[in-house]
């Protein structure tokens, strides 16, 4: 199987590589637009902040590109979010493959102290609706890290709670996102990957 992860400026490349080797599937880290054009999984990951990487994207043509993938294509975090309509950070139009928004925690009056922003840590994720997920993922802890979030909307594919609901995960068609991190998620992060693997 032809994997490709899309090489750009974000910041979990190489953890889901790693995370990849150790299901013993090799991936190519790629920005050759004909590599990703036909490979048979593309991986979308980021970590950084949403305008800058935006104008990245755009400025090498990935944007029209990762839109256009027909074959089945998995954003994580920051690739969640880039997949979105818009994003509050810096306020920034995004791909627009999910019609969900992007927005930032704000704590609740008098609970900036519980409920911290960035979101970090582990959480449970419910409401499952993908084939990225089976039965013994539901109410599974998985890991976070972020301060934006997409709201739940038509494509939520995954649910998580912290100070409000939002996305854990998205889809719609061939077109897969998570929040957390598959690949710092331990055994379970490992089982969605590998389901996305056989998508």
Known sequence: ????????????????????????????IT?????????????????GEASTTMNYLKKRGLDKLIVSLKQPVLGICLGLQLMCSH??????????????????????PGEEFITKVPHMGWNSISN????????????QYVYFVHSYYASI???????????????AALQKNNFYATQFHPEKSGTIGA??????LKI
């Not at 090489?7 to 013993?24: C, H, M, T």
């Not at 499952?128 to 109410?139: H, M, Q, V």
């Not at 089982?191 to 996305?196: A, G, H, S, T």
């Open 87 to 108: 994003s509050e950070e810096n306020d920034v139009e995004c791909l627009g493959i999910f019609e969900e928004k992007v927005k930032r925690f704000i704590p609740n």
């Open 153 to 167: 909307g038509e494509h939520t594919a995954a649910t998580c709670n912290y100070i409000v609901p939002f996305s």
């Open 191 to 196: 089982k969605i990957l590998e389901n996305f």
């Open 128 to 139: 499952l609706k993908s084939s990225l997920f089976t039965n013994d993922t539901e109410n």
């Open 1 to 28: 199987m032809n994997i490709v992860i899309i090489k750009y400026n974000a910041g979990n490349i190489e953890s889901v590589n790693n995370a990849l080797n150790r299901l013993n599937v090799n991936a190519e």
């Open 31 to 47: 920005a050759e637009p004909e590599k990703i054009r036909n490979a048979d999984k593309v991986i979308f990951p980021g970590v």
